[in-house]
């Protein structure tokens, strides 16, 4: 069982072994090869990127030629089928302006049609491709002569690789805890239950969006809650830029349990995610899809606030042990 409050102690020197030798390995973000320089790609499913190495024939001290050189990549895409180009064939880039070491991009309208999740994508791909050359600092993006801005009317601004929530990995590393306040469904379905949880967790790397969710989806403590996301709900992934959060889940968010009422499953999600001082908006996706309407009223496609009229009870302030992927499978292949 996930909740057992001393589990995580039993493991710890196990766990610290199996860190001091995945720190031996060493981790990064590029691939191995016999190259500095990458070009990043969607991945099939459009829920994350995919780095193929690459070695230019431009002079790494021209940047100008670099940028041209990478721009063209990125736009005629890639022939291999488990990538894709990062944005659309509808969206252009009319222009680019290179100067004080920043990199001035110009888009035509086509770029606002591009859901959440692809946008974002393809503004990490863009960033973190051209910040590789030499002297760029920072990337701005334009629409016509519009500075793009994000889903709450902001402007973006400068773009660093500050910029972007980065999860490299799910290796095992020094045992952390956060606290989470948590958004569960009352057992009557009609309401929403907090309840405060102080988790003990396996993974340095994990992003604090993403925590939030694996909890949410292990469901609660407190007696007098239940979880409002349907059982056997998947997360794909789940990332937050300019405080704007997409959750992308699986197709089992689309089975329905009716005794919940559908704005406590969406709330349940939002007002959790809400309590991370990196968000102010969520978007839930299905399988990177979000153009559709849950049950009967809420539309995806919306970016929702929390909402805490629904809020009702207070659960439990409980400590709560996460498993370990490694473990949870080792339960799984025992039939536990």
Request: hydrophobic share 35%; net charge negative.
């Amino acid at each position: 069982m996930s909740r057992k409050q001393n589990k995580w102690k039993a493991g710890l020197v196990i766990l610290l072994v199996v860190s001091l030798i995945l720190g031996m390995a060493g981790c990064g973000r590029k691939q191995s090869a016999g190259t500095d320089y990458y070009i990043y790609y969607l991945n099939q499913d459009m829920t994350g990127l995919e780095l193929v190495s690459y070695e230019p024939e431009a002079d790494p001290e021209d940047p100008d030629a670099m940028i041209e050189e990478f721009l063209s990549l990125m736009d005629e895409g890639t022939t291999r089928v488990e990538y894709q180009r990062v944005y659309p064939e509808s969206v252009e880039m009319e222009k680019y302006e290179y100067e004080n070491h920043r990199l001035y991009m110009y888009f035509n309208s086509a770029y606002l049609q591009m859901s959440v999740t692809q946008e974002v994508l393809c503004r990490q791909a863009i960033v973190e491709t051209m910040l590789q050359i030499t002297d760029i600092t920072g990337v701005f993006f334009y629409v016509g002569d519009e500075p793009l801005k994000d889903a709450n009317g902001n402007e973006v601004g400068i773009m660093t690789l500050d910029s972007f929530l980065d999860n490299p990995g799910e290796e095992l590393n020094d045992i952390q805890t956060a606290d989470l306040t948590l958004y569960f469904a009352s057992l009557d379905g009609t309401s929403l239950v907090c309840e405060t949880q102080h988790v003990y967790y396996y993974s340095s790397n994990i992003s604090m969006e993403k925590l939030v969710m694996e909890q949410l989806l292990e469901g609660p403590v407190s007696e007098n809650a239940q979880s409002a996301i349907p059982s056997g709900t998947g997360l794909i992934s789940v990332s937050v830029l300019d405080g704007v959060c997409v959750v992308n889940l699986d197709e089992n968010f689309l089975v329905q349990n009716y005794d919940i009422q559908e704005s406590v499953v969406i709330y349940s999600i939002v007002n959790s995610l809400s309590e991370l001082t990196s968000v102010n908006t969520v978007q839930i996706a299905v399988n990177g899809d979000s153009n559709m309407v849950y049950r009967k009223d809420m539309s995806l496609s919306e970016f929702y606030t929390a909402n805490q009229e629904l809020v009702t009870e207070e659960g439990e302030d409980v400590e709560v042990d996460q498993e370990s992927q490694s473990e949870k499978e080792g339960l799984l292949n025992s039939g536990e």
